[in-house]
C-alpha cells in the first residue's frame, strides 16, 4: 500500500519519541506513548525487522523504497533516520558521543560540530606538540568484524591520496578503543556553496564558474577511481575568500561499505543499503544499482538546478519513501526556465514559508523574466541532460558537463542540443553581433562559418564518442568492484580495480585504438601515482605508440601521453628520456597552438623540472619564467606551485634568499588553497628546508624538514618515496649538527624506501649511501665510510658533472675523510677534480 504525507508525518513523529525515549528497545515505549493501534501497528512495522518492507509493492520502484532505512535526508529529520537506520541494522552500537578533551591519536576534541544519521562530526585540535592543526574528525558506528576494519582501513588510504585544492582532505583515521571508526579531515570554516551564493546575490555566470570548480575537482577524483555518491550543497562549502571545499568525498563508499558487509544476510528482497540523500540521489542509486561516475553527474545537475533556479527538481518534503521513489525515478523535472516563474513551499506546509519568483530572481540580481530568458535554450539543455534517468544518456563526465557550461559561456554551441546549422549561426551572430552588422560580408561569413562548423561539429562529435567509450570503459571497472552488481560480499581496492583494467583493455576495447590510448593513458598515470613504475611505463609505452600510429589523434593529446611517460621516466631518474618527451610535447603544442596556449605549460613545467634536477638550473628558471608569462597573458594566476618549483631552480644556483622569497610564497598560496596540511605543503617545507640548509641558515632548515617529514607520514604511505626523501635530506643535516643517533635509523629507513621503489642503479640511492658513509664516519667506523663515498662522488661527477653542488657535497665529504684515515694524496685529487670543474664552468 502507500502511505500519504500526512501518515508518513505522523508516523515519524511517533518514531522519533520512541528512539528518544528508549533507543535500544523503542518497542517497549510504543504503547504508552501511541493511543492510535492503527497509527501503532504502522510504527510498529518500521520497527520489526520481518516487516520493513511490507508496505511495498513488488515494482521496482516500491522495491527500492527499501533502501531509504537509513538514507541521511535533508528534509527529514537527521537523528530520525539514523535511528532508523540503527533499528533496523541488526543491534549497531549507539553514538554515546567524545566528551571534549578527549584524545583520539594525535588530537584533542573540543566539541561536537554536527551529528548525523550514520556518524558525528567533532572539531579537534592537534595537540602533539609538533605542529598547529585544526581538523574535523568524523566518527561513524562500530565496525561488525575485522573484515569490515581491514575494508575501512583500505578505503581511507584511498581517500588520503586523493590531493586536489577544492577538495578538504583525509588526513588520518583509525578506531576507538571501543571499535568505532573515525577520520581525521581537513577542517573547513565555510557556507553551503546555494547559501553562499544567495547571500552573495551572485549573477548567473558567476554560479556557474563556481560550479565549474565544483565539477573540476568531481572530475579529478574520478580520474582517481573514487566516487562521491552523496554531492549536496552541505558537502560543498565555499570559505570566505570564496574558495570552494568538497567534503566527505568518498566517504559515503567507505560507510555503504561496511554497511553492506554488516547486512550480508538480510532476505533477498533487500537490494542493499545505501547512503545518500534523497533529494540529490540519482534513479539508480534509488533502486540499488550499481554506482558509477555518472550517478556523481546527476547529482551535479541537481545541484546547478538549485543554484541557478533556486529549487530542487523535485519536492520531496513531506513524502512518503514511495513517493519519493516514484518521483525521482519516473518524474521528469520542470524545466529551469519554467520553475522560476513558479511559486513554491518551503519546509513543512504548516509553516506556510514560501519563495516567489521575485525571491529567486533578485538573488541574482535579475527580473524574473530576464532570469526565465537566461535560462531558456542552452541552460535548460545543459541541466536536464545531467538530470536523465538512464546514467548512459548523461554527459559521460564531469569535464564534459563543465566543458558544455564553458561553451555556453562563451556563447558557442553546446553539445546539450541538437547541433544544427542554424542554431549554431545564431550562436555566431551573438558573438559578433556588432562586426556582423556593420560588415557588407557578413553573409560570405555566415556561408563561410557553415562550411568550418561542419568539419568541427564531426570533430566534436568523435571526441563525444571516443569520450564516452573511455567513460564506459572507466564505469565498467567500478561495476566490477561493486558487490552489488558481481554478488560477491568483497570490495575491491582501487589497486585491484586499476589491475583489472591493465588486463582488460586489449579484448574489451579492440577495434577502438584511440579509446585504447586514452584508457592506457589514464591509468599509467594512476600507476605512476602509485610508485609503480614498470607497469606505468608499459601503459603509457604501448598508449604513446598507438597515438602515433592514429591520423585521427589530436596534437594535445599525442603531448598528454608524452608528457605523462616523461614524468615516469624522471621519477626513475632517466633524464635524458623525459627530456626529450617533454621536448616533443612542447614542439607540438606551439607548432599547433602556439608558445602562449595554456596547452603548452605542462610541457614547459615538465622540462624545467627535468633539467633542474639535471644540473641544467638557468635553462629550468627560464622555463618557469615562460610558465608565469603565458598564465599572466592568459588571466591566470601564477599557481602555488610554478613559485615552488621556480625557488628550487634559483636555489640552485645560489640565490638563496630569492629562492627564499619564492618558497614562502608558494608556502602562503598553498595554505590558502589547501589548508595547513597537504601533500603540496610538504613538499614545499621540505624544499624550503633545503635551501635553508645550503643557505647554512640550520635552525631553520632543521625546523622545515621536521615538518615536511612529520606531515609526510601522516599524508602518505609508509613506503613512499618522498618519505624516503624527507628522512635522506633530515638525516644528512642531523650528521652535520652531530646528531648521529637520530641520524641512522632515519638514513637506514630512506635507503631501504629508496631501494622498493627505484632502480638498483637510480644516483637517489648512491646519494643516500654516501649520507650514511658520513654518518658512520662520525661514528668512528671511518674506514667502513670510505666505499660509499667514493662510489657518491663518481656517481655524482659523472650525472652532474663536477660544478653541481651535489658533487661538491659529496667530493668534500669524501676528501674530509681522506684526510682523516692520513691518504692526504688522494684528498688532494678530489679537491683538484673539483677545482677544475669549477674552471671548467667557468670558461664555459
Given amino acids: 500500500m502507500n502511505i500519504s504525507s500526512e501518515r508518513w508525518s505522523e508516523i515519524s513523529d511517533v518514531l522519533d519519541e520512541a528512539l528518544d525515549r528508549a533507543p535500544d528497545d523503542p518497542l517497549s515505549v510504543l504503547d504508552d506513548i501511541c493511543s492510535d493501534p492503527d497509527l501503532r501497528e504502522a510504527v510498529r512495522s518500521f520497527l520489526e525487522e520481518d516487516d520493513t518492507i511490507g508496505f511495498l509493492e513488488a515494482d521496482a520502484a516500491a522495491h527500492a523504497a527499501d533502501l531509504f532505512e537509513g538514507v541521511d535526508t535533508a528534509e527529514w529529520s537527521n537523528e530520525l533516520a539514523g535511528d532508523i537506520a540503527s533499528a533496523l541494522g541488526g543491534g549497531a552500537e549507539p553514538d554515546d558521543g567524545i566528551e571534549p578533551g578527549t584524545r583520539l591519536g594525535p588530537f584533542r576534541v573540543e566539541g561536537e560540530v554536527g551529528r548525523g544519521g550514520m556518524s558525528t562530526v567533532y572539531h579537534a585540535r592537534r595537540d602533539d606538540g609538533t605542529f598547529q592543526q585544526n581538523v574535523a574528525i568524523k566518527l561513524m558506528r562500530q565496525l561488525p568484524d575485522r573484515h569490515s576494519v581491514e575494508r575501512f582501513r583500505a578505503e581511507r588510504q584511498i581517500l588520503a591520496s586523493l590531493d586536489h585544492p577544492n577538495v578538504a582532505r583525509v588526513f588520518d583515521g583509525g578506531t576507538t578503543d571501543d571499535g568505532r571508526p573515525y577520520l581525521v579531515m581537513e577542517y573547513v570554516e565555510g557556507r553551503p556553496i546555494t547559501t553562499y551564493c544567495d ?37 560543498i562549502l565555499v570559505t570566505p575568500d570564496g574558495t570552494v571545499k568538497l567534503l566527505d568525498f568518498g566517504i559515503a563508499k567507505v560507510l555503504d561499505s561496511s554497511a553492506h558487509h554488516d547486512r550480508m544476510n538480510l532476505p533477498s528482497t533487500r537490494t542493499g543499503f545505501h547512503l545518500m540523500t534523497p ?26 538546478y538549485e543554484l541557478l533556479t533556486g529549487h530542487r527538481p523535485y519536492q520531496l518534503q513531506q513524502r512518503s519513501p514511495y513517493e519519493i521513489v516514484q518521483a525521482v525515478c519516473e518524474a521528469d523535472p520542470t524545466r529551469p526556465s519554467t520553475v522560476v516563474l513558479e511559486t513554491k513551499e518551503v519546509g513543512p506546509p504548516s509553516s506556510g514559508e514560501q519563495i516567489t519568483p521575485d525571491d529567486v530572481s533578485s538573488r541574482r540580481n535579475l527580473e524574473p523574466a530576464e532570469l526565465r530568458r537566461r535560462l531558456r535554450g542552452d541552460l535548460d539543455a545543459i541541466i536536464l ?30 553539445e546539450a542540443r541538437t547541433g544544427t546549422l542554424r542554431y549554431r549561426v545564431e550562436k555566431l551572430i551573438q558573438r559578433n553581433r556588432s562586426a556582423v552588422i556593420a560588415s557588407g560580408l557578413g553573409v560570405l561569413l555566415l556561408i563561410g562559418y557553415a562550411l568550418t562548423v561542419t568539419y568541427q561539429a564531426r570533430q566534436i562529435a568523435a571526441e563525444r564518442d571516443k569520450s564516452e567509450a573511455v567513460t564506459s570503459f572507466i564505469v565498467s571497472l567500478f561495476q566490477a568492484s561493486d558487490p552489488f552488481t558481481t554478488g560477491s560480499s568483497e570490495r575491491m581496492t582501487v589497486r585491484e580495480v586499476v589491475d583489472r583494467g591493465a588486463t582488460r583493455i586489449r579484448s574489451d576495447l579492440a577495434g577502438q ?18 610508485g609503480r613504475y614498470p607497469e606505468a611505463d608499459s601503459m603509457l609505452v604501448e598508449a604513446l605508440a598507438t597515438r602515433h600510429q592514429n591520423p585521427d589523434v589530436l596534437p594535445h ?3 598528454a601521453t608524452e608528457n605523462s611517460l616523461g614524468r615516469s621516466l624522471f621519477r626513475q631518474g632517466r633524464y635524458e628520456e623525459a627530456d626529450s618527451l617533454h621536448q616533443q610535447a612542447l614542439d607540438r603544442l606551439v607548432r599547433e597552438y602556439g608558445k ?21 638550473h638557468a635553462l629550468a628558471e627560464s622555463l618557469y619564467r615562460q610558465n608565469m608569462e603565458v598564465r599572466r597573458k592568459n588571466d591566470m594566476e601564477v599557481s602555488a606551485t610554478t613559485y615552488h618549483n621556480m625557488a628550487s631552480a634559483i636555489q640552485m644556483q645560489g640565490r638563496f634568499e630569492e629562492a627564499i622569497q619564492n618558497h614562502l610564497t608558494s608556502i602562503e598560496k598553498y595554505r590558502k588553497q589547501e589548508g595547513d596540511v597537504s601533500v603540496a605543503l610538504a613538499n614545499a617545507f621540505t624544499r624550503t628546508a633545503l635551501t635553508y640548509h645550503r643557505a647554512d641558515s640550520l635552525d631553520k632548515a632543521e625546523m ?60 637517489q640511492i648512491t646519494a643516500a649511501e654516501g649520507i650514511r658513509g658520513i654518518i658512520w664516519a662520525q661514528q668512528g667506523r671511518v674506514r667502513e665510510a670510505v666505499p660509499p663515498l667514493q662510489k657518491s662522488f663518481r656517481v655524482m661527477n659523472q650525472r652532474f658533472g663536477a660544478e653541481d653542488w651535489r658533487t661538491r657535497a659529496a667530493g668534500d665529504a669524501l676528501s674530509r675523510i681522506y684526510m682523516a684515515i692520513g691518504q692526504r694524496q688522494a684528498a688532494q685529487q678530489v679537491q683538484a677534480a673539483l677545482q677544475q670543474g669549477n674552471r671548467s664552468n667557468a670558461d664555459g
Wanted: charge should be negative; hydrophobic fraction near 40%; charged fraction near 25%.
Fill in 596 to 616: 602562449n596556449d595554456p596547452r603548452t605549460i605542462p610541457a614547459r613545467a615538465g622540462r624545467a623540472l627535468v633539467n633542474s634536477e639535471w644540473g641544467n
Fill in 704 to 763: 622545515y624538514y621536521r615538518k615536511g617529514l612529520e606531515m609526510r607520514r601522516e599524508l602518505l604511505s609508509s613506503n613512499h618515496p618522498h618519505i624516503a626523501s624527507s628522512n635522506v635530506r633530515l638525516s644528512w643535516l642531523l650528521a652535520e649538527r652531530g646528531k648521529t643517533e637520530e641520524a641512522e635509523p632515519l638514513i637506514n629507513e630512506g635507503i631501504d624506501i629508496l631501494r622498493s621503489v627505484l632502480p638498483s642503479d637510480h644516483w
Fill in 513 to 530: 585504438p584511440l579509446v585504447q590510448a586514452e584508457v592506457e593513458t589514464v591509468i599509467g598515470n594512476v600507476y605512476a601515482s602509485m
Fill in 385 to 414: 541532460r545531467a538530470l536523465r534517468k538512464a546514467p548512459a544518456d548523461r554527459y559521460r563526465t564531469a569535464d564534459a558537463l563543465a566543458e558544455d557550461l564553458h561553451r555556453f559561456r562563451n556563447s558557442q554551441p553546446v
Fill in 279 to 304: 533529494e540529490y540521489a540519482a534513479p539508480e542509486q534509488v533502486k540499488g544499482e550499481s554506482i558509477t561516475t555518472a550517478t556523481d553527474v546527476y547529482a551535479l545537475g541537481v545541484l546547478l
Fill in 557 to 559: 593529446e599525442l603531448a
Fill in 199 to 235: 547571500e552573495n546575490e551572485l549573477s548567473i555566470n558567476e554560479r556557474i564558474d563556481l560550479f565549474q570548480t565544483v565539477a573540476q575537482a568531481v572530475q579529478h577524483a574520478h580520474q582517481n577511481l573514487i566516487v562521491h555518491r552523496d554531492l549536496k550543497p552541505n558537502n
